[in-house]
């Protein structure tokens, strides 16, 4: 929600030199993206947007990133196309940092998404894990099981401040998650992040997926249960089973979920609501009040987490 | 530097029903300007800028700033033009603001202006006067010296605190500024705030003026001296006299300015210093750390103060 950092006209014009797509007209930060520097870039050929990553993103992941997003451009995915330099690679440097220029997509994120877009979400989402299953680089996910525990080490000391009783909670999921975590359910590429602000509309018209900075390998159906936390509670936090429902729909009408899929849907969600418990608890514990970066209360996710404990059978979600 | 309200598509869609510019296609939120929430909108016809006022500005105010901007745009000052709804008013309300839509302008700010550039911002500064001339509303400058006078008594008991010696400094001025303040120079419509981040160029070319929202009457000399503060010292906050005098000059071929005003103009440097000076330092220590409000150091402008109370002449400012 911010730019962390800023760019120079002639830092920016030698930029563009390394790339074919014109003069630049216009360029303005956008207050949106929780990790990197975004800029709305106008040329004498279109618009644009440039992105500055900053230290949260692993530099030696943007190949993965970049070439994920033009393989699935290819594959019938509309998704912004990282722009060629002049030298054919997708980096630069710009202003100390990794930099990169995409394609912009038109369209808009929804504040309230319908149910209609909630099947849309879910059909694009399988879209996806087709189109990437022949994509030939490799990324582990780094906010698997693994990675809760780290995160959950550094905010268990001051997590019952947050949320009076949340380290009883949270180490009573731990306990259940590492022990039932499924092994072997079919996987391959994921976005990992598909959120409302990732996935824009021309009214109902779902235009394009955006942010594929946490993209990696999982399992497919832990894509979906991301899914059913981002799009399918009321901002009181109330589960929205229509809309659950329209989601897996929208989602077996591209690729049919499995029996095994289908069973373990309760337990990837409360997994899903536990990763992003965590990374906003240990934001919220660890960033200063001054700082750029935006910190969500993790409260929503407490609430998201104790209603997938109580999920025993994937009707909840609405498959039969 | 920040969207202090966000805006949701059906807001947006019903707020866009009161326009003839077709419908949204895409709108994301611009981490520029630091008093009101701005969105770069897209829709069927083109580009917009739709801008939400916030409580720092007064919404009474409002129609003097969007008019000035039509009769200026009519007058040939190329800056961004209010769009008419269809009942021919310039106002709506959205998200429970007032708001309004205004053309996208090209171009873009230069965050290291050059000589040439600040000969180009003198120029159009002074076309601005004079297009402004017959502009029939009234506004009178908020932030002229009694205005200083109530952000002084509001800073004053810390301003030590931030630059030990500041009070007795500040003292001084005004005992000064009171005293000598100009009585009867030439005025009329001012920007009043034609900092480089409300410039914008294409190459060496002025492409447009924006942001109003500072717009009142004044001295047209005072107008002068804020640019000679905002354009004509590097970051290292010494003065470069080459670019007073290129932006001097600019002025000076389009409107030459008086003996009286020529004579006032360290005074008028001296004062608008310390107005951009108070309203940082209160800021600095009115605002809380965690707010999204972006808070400026106020030292850059203790230090142009301190420039200017040793200019006794024009010659200083490269007027001969």
Redesign the interface.
Known sequence: ???YT?????QLARFLEEYKIGH?????????GSENSNF?L?TDTGSYILTLYEKRVDQSDLPFFLCLMQHLARKGITCPLPVERRDRQLIGELAGRPAAIITF????W???PTVAQCGEVGRELAELHLAGADFPMHRANALAVDGWRTLWDGSRDRADSVVPGLVAEVEADFAVLERDWPQDLPGGIIHADLFPDNV???GDRLSGLIDFYFACEDFYAYDVAVCLNAWCFEPDFSFNAAKAAALTAGYQSVRPLSAAEQQALPLLARGSALRFMLTRLYDWLTIP??ALVQKRDPLEYVAKLRFHRGVTTPEAYGIS
Chains 1, 2 share one sequence.
């Not at 800023?6 to 002639?10: G, H, K, T």
């Open positions: 929600m911010a730019v800023d760019v120079n006209e002639e630049v007209r216009s360029y303005k930060g956008i207050a949106e709305l106008r997509l038109e369209g808009m929804m504040r309230h824009f509309f021309l009040d001054g």
